[in-house]
């Protein structure tokens, strides 16, 4: 049957799923009414409508618990402005602690909660009996309770959205499947269906299960996996009625909600297991998986234990049908890297739900703008390193992904699967060394070094974890003499050409026009003034820089100087960072001992801060770059790849007279935060500007040609910088910060901890967070002694610092 599709359109959604219809819905309420939303099948037809329906609110970071409950508030309006039925009840949630590790994290999400005004209520047992008289507690020690909660019918959800979508002009075609994305290489420009074709300026691509290989057809990495995802419906569930809360029992995998007169039970158990390894089937549409029984049945015996009344209970149906996945257990978000115009909304980990409202708003304001909205980084697509589309990988990550989402969320918690994918050419002798390796962008990287007769595990706590004075040895190392880190993971680009200069001028906000052989710090801004990337640039000679950026970063920062080569520019920008590894050699003993392995000349008149050149080490020609991130003198050695043994072994050799030790990720982390060094996507973030990162240092304004962002950080100046970010050091030596704690001036929460980490030289946990001056007074103003920070509920005071605790006039470093 013949279907007239208009010829062009300014969005394309592809798929009809609560995520593709809220984006449908909010593009309609910026005014954008010639969208056409694409399903293949029918709406909600592929994981929407066998939704538990679960409307929670509360999350790991305040970013996304903020999405959370503004599709909270959506819900709560949504019938009574379209006229479509929603089932949406606001009964409340109530989650368990069974164990004193699982109070303190809901104890901590509830302090965190406070930041943005959601009502968190810790509860003791007698109080949740009040609330769940029907569960067994002889086990529980505790909870939370969140009265805004509640649950709704997915498929009603999505009707209501699709509704209100059609009322402000959106157009939605069922049965039309999209075959193909149209682009010209670099901006994506509609795309083909069965029954013609669409040209479009922006196309979204919200396919759930379908969107991976949709997306790989194009070029673009979008990481996501199915698992089987179970419930169990019993019916005539003694004590059951309407206003139970959704009940959720972490420790046993499980949850609980009331659904139309039967109890749903639900899981997101461990050990999951993947689906559709061969694809999905063609006229998949409202389908159910056979599953697995047996693999279901722990969590059935846990949750009769929970909830007594089931033992009698009719068990009415048994569930599984597929679920999308991603290895970080976050989902996909936002324009991809690799074709302008092209964005993603999928992966969203059995969520989809209760994100779909926020995710809906976020996307459209983002399509409407050209940017996002708030720091979406922690979802952001950009974060996807090609690696991550490999089947093999993603069908052994999905496999504990799943079970992630009600495991205790510790402090450092390692993936432990996937594991090994990159590994640098030290890997083999570091683990020989002792080393206790955390898995970053794919990269294993040594956390920690265990000792002698140690073994190099973690074991987890919200405490002093195993390893805390192995690392507090390797930090206080480096600050007495000298420490060695793999940092091999950095993302390292080279842009040549004899207009480079021209365009990374531009692009960056300090001045890199220096002569050969400099190391320029410098920030990357937008329009608005915000930090997009935070890195070094050597200039190699008149044509030809060296980038160094986080691992973390490596397809944004690429991307982001890539878009901003003007077309006609002569330069090429490479990516390198397989071609060298990285060892930093760190502390006050750095110059005596690489002086003993180079004949070229390493003084401080010679070797300047901020000078980079080659050297001789050892049979090795390496690039030499005087810097530091952890506050003390020392160089990054830039190795290529195949002499990085070498070079390792020299050093070694001839470090134990220098008192050299092996450092990890964990020092390296506690010895910057105590210089207040920023970390790229949690100190600082495309939302805030050097000007009150403190970082204006880094910004030359009157440099020739300018840069972006320049005119928004004249207007900030001008006007006056009225936050800042401020380093705080607790006064007890005993309470740990991680992120996310509240910051409180007196009665007034003013902010709260972006990172933290004990602080060895200091004796005490320290952290950064943005506060403004009272009043809105000058930052100077900013009173050393008017904070405390919450941690778990409890106030703990601290001062307050503009400028680092540690080494503030930097003399450490340039001796």
Known sequence: ?????????????????????????????????????????????????????????LRQSINMTQLARYTGELYHRLEAETGQATGYRQCGSVSLATTAARMEELRRNASMAKVFGLRVDVVDRDEIRALYPIANLEDVIGGIHIPSDGYANAVDITQALAKGARNRGVRIQQDCKVTKIRHDGRRVTGVDTEHGRIDADHVVLCGGLWTRDLAASVGVTVPLHACEHYYVLFKDVEGLHPDLPVLRDYDHCSYFKQDAGKLLVGAFEPHARPWGMEGVAEDFAFGEIAGDFSHFEPVLFDAMRRIPALETAGLQKFFCGPESFTPDVRYHLGESPELQNLFVAAGMNSIGLQSAGGVGKVVAEWIRDGHPPVDLWEVDVRRNMPFQANRKYLRTRVSESLGLLYATHWPFRQYETARGVR??????????????????????????????????????????????????????????????????SFAKFRLEGVDAARVLGRVCANDVDVAPGRVVYTQWLNERGGIEADLTITRLDETAFLIVGGAETETRDFNWLKRHIEPGSHCVLTNVSSAMGVLSV????????????????????????????????????????????????????YVPTEFMVGVYEEILAAGAEHGLVHAGYHALNSLRIEKAYRHWGHDITDEETPLEAGLGFAVKFEKAGGFIGREALLRQREAGVRRRLVQFKLDSSEPLLYHNEPIWRGAELVGHIRSGMFAHSLGAAVGLGYVRAPDDAPVESIGARDYEIEIAGRRHAASASLQPFYDPRNERIKR
């Open 586 to 637: 760190m502390g006050p003993n750095s110059r005596q001992l690489l002086q003993t392995l180079t004949p070229d000349d390493l003084s401080n008149a010679a070797f300047p801060f901020a000078t980079s050149r080659t050297i001789e080490l050892g049979y090795a020609l390496v690039r030499a770059t005087r810097i530091t991130y952890v506050g003390e003198l020392g160089w990054e050695l």
């Open 423 to 488: 590994r640098s050419a030290l890997h083999d002798r570091l683990a020989a060394a002792g080393a206790c390796f955390g898995e970053a962008f794919g990269w294993e990287r040594a956390n920690w070094f265990a000792a002698a007769g140690t073994k190099p595990v973690y074991e987890y706590s919200y405490g002093r974890q195993n390893w805390f004075e192995h690392s507090a040895h390797e930090h206080r190392a480096v600050r007495g003499a000298v420490g060695l880190f793999d940092q091999s």
């Open 1 to 57: 049957m013949a279907m007239d599709l208009p010829a062009r359109a300014r969005v394309v959604i592809v798929g009809g799923g609560v995520v593709g219809c809220s984006i449908a819905y909010h593009l309609g309420k910026l005014g954008w009414s010639d969208v056409v939303l694409l399903e293949r099948k029918q709406l909600t037809c592929g994981t929407t409508w066998h939704a538990a329906g679960l409307i929670g609110q």
